[in-house]
């Protein structure tokens, strides 16, 4: 157990000693370019109107499906909060309210 705490202090120190070995990755990482792209992609006119017309029959299939199982009311009702949630975005932007952060 005394031997434990040891490797433990030195480490400690060691890490404590040399701060920049906590600032190694520098510039950006990997994934912020696909992330980027499905960000984009998900904010375009294209992402919006199929927003709209999975709602749409979303919302056809909830009013028109009559005695519908549990799962598949759940899986029309999860169409159209990511429907809304996509739709969001572009309805935000049109009132000029920033979506998302940004970093200067």
């Given at each position: 157990?005394?031997?434990?705490?040891?490797?433990?202090?030195?480490?400690?120190?060691?890490?404590?000693?040399?701060?920049?070995?906590?600032?190694?990755?520098?510039?950006?990482?990997?994934?912020?370019?696909?992330?980027?792209?499905?960000?984009?992609?998900?904010t375009g006119p294209?992402?919006?109107?199929?927003?709209?017309?999975?709602?749409?029959?979303?919302?056809?299939?909830?009013?028109?499906?009559?005695?519908?199982?549990?799962?598949?009311?759940?899986?029309?009702?999860?169409?159209?909060?990511?429907?809304?949630?996509?739709?969001?975005?572009?309805?935000?932007?049109?009132?000029?309210?920033?979506?998302?952060?940004?970093?200067?």
């Amino acid at each position: 157990m005394k031997t434990h705490d040891l490797v433990t202090a030195a480490i400690t120190t060691a890490a404590a000693l040399s701060p920049r070995l906590a600032f190694a990755a520098g510039g950006s990482m990997p994934w912020d370019g696909p992330l980027s792209t499905l960000g984009t992609n998900l904010t375009g006119p294209t992402a919006s109107a199929l927003a709209l017309v999975a709602a749409f029959a979303a919302v056809l299939g909830l009013v028109f499906g009559g005695e519908l199982s549990g799962w598949i009311r759940g899986a029309l009702v999860a169409c159209i909060g990511m429907a809304f949630l996509v739709g969001l975005t572009t309805f935000a932007s049109a009132l000029g309210i920033t979506v998302g952060g940004m970093v200067g």
